[in-house]
């Protein structure tokens, strides 16, 4: 891999973030970090990273960060900030960078995602007009996602919520931002579009039931109404119509698996970490 090239890994203290800094230190890449001013999460940038500050929702805030930069990890907090101002960002990112990693969705890959202005689809669509190197990286849900379940499993033996019988292909989010490494420093991925996903297939309930055998301790999953569920995510902050998203595909998922593949294989030539080392892993954050 070209380790001389600048990267600024942009979404940097979430999940896939911090693996992803970790491995372009340990190639040697000059390395930064894009935080919100006051980042809750600023203690998971790793050494070795210079750390810049900035906001998506004010694109001028970006141009220190991207000056001298080759290449931008992006992931696009959806959750919290419109894609009102990603056309100027992209056009900040253009100005500078000559290469982009976008952490994309599963959902644009099936055809299921709307594309409207609010959704990974248009980000697509509009780094896709620019003259940068662009490498969609498609994901399946992150392993990390059932951590959702953590305040459960340490209050009692059971989970309660929707679909329990929905069949997914999670990744691991170390492998994503190997992947994603791949991509930013190696030549060879522009214009691909990659599904990545973990190496098999696990039902959210066979992931409860992993979780406890990791644990020792005897689990149990109870499916709820979804709007039940829905009232509960939306309470806690999700967009509505990203919970009628979620809750519709997981129903989905319990008809007809989630689509796999062995990217993560193919592009680190390590293979994709399964949800039992991502639980032995991450066990103590269950207890």
């Known amino acids: 891999m070209t380790v001389n090239k600048t990267v600024l890994v942009i979404g940097a203290t979430g999940n896939v973030g911090p693996p992803a800094l970790s491995r372009l230190v340990e190639a040697g890449a000059p390395v930064r970090a894009l935080l919100i001013k006051d980042d809750p999460n600023a203690d998971r940038v790793p050494d070795g990273v210079e750390v810049f500050h900035g906001d998506l929702a004010e694109p001028d ?7 001298g930069v080759d290449a931008v990890f992006l992931m696009w907090p959806f959750f919290t900030l419109p894609v009102s101002t990603a056309p100027e960002v992209l056009a900040k990112i253009e100005q500078h960078a000559r290469r982009v990693v976008f952490v994309s969705s599963v959902g644009v890959h099936i055809g299921l995602e709307r594309r409207d202005n609010n959704c990974h689809a248009h980000l697509e669509e509009l780094l896709e007009k620019t003259t940068l190197e662009w490498t969609f990286l498609r994901t399946t849900g992150f392993m990390a996602n059932a951590l959702g379940f953590a305040g459960q499993i340490r209050a009692g033996g059971t989970v309660h919520f929707p679909y329990g019988a929905a069949a997914r292909t999670s990744v691991h989010e170390g492998d994503l931002a190997a992947v994603a490494v791949r991509a930013l420093l190696e030549d060879g991925h522009a214009g691909q579009k990659y599904l990545v ?7 959210q309930k066979e992931q409860v039931h992993i979780i406890g055998e990791v644990l020792g301790r005897s689990l149990t999953w109870q499916d709820v109404l979804a709007q039940d569920a829905r009232d509960q995510m939306v309470a806690s902050g999700w967009p509505p119509a990203y919970a009628d998203g979620a809750l519709d595909y997981f129903a989905q998922l319990t008809k007809e698996p989630e689509v796999g593949s062995s990217v993560v294989e193919e592009v680190t030539g390590e293979p994709a970490r399964t949800f039992r080392e991502w639980a032995v892993e991450n066990a103590a954050r269950f207890r």
């Open 61 to 67: 805030s970006l141009d220190d960060a991207l000056d």
């Open 197 to 203: 996903t973990g190496p098999e297939v696990v039902s």
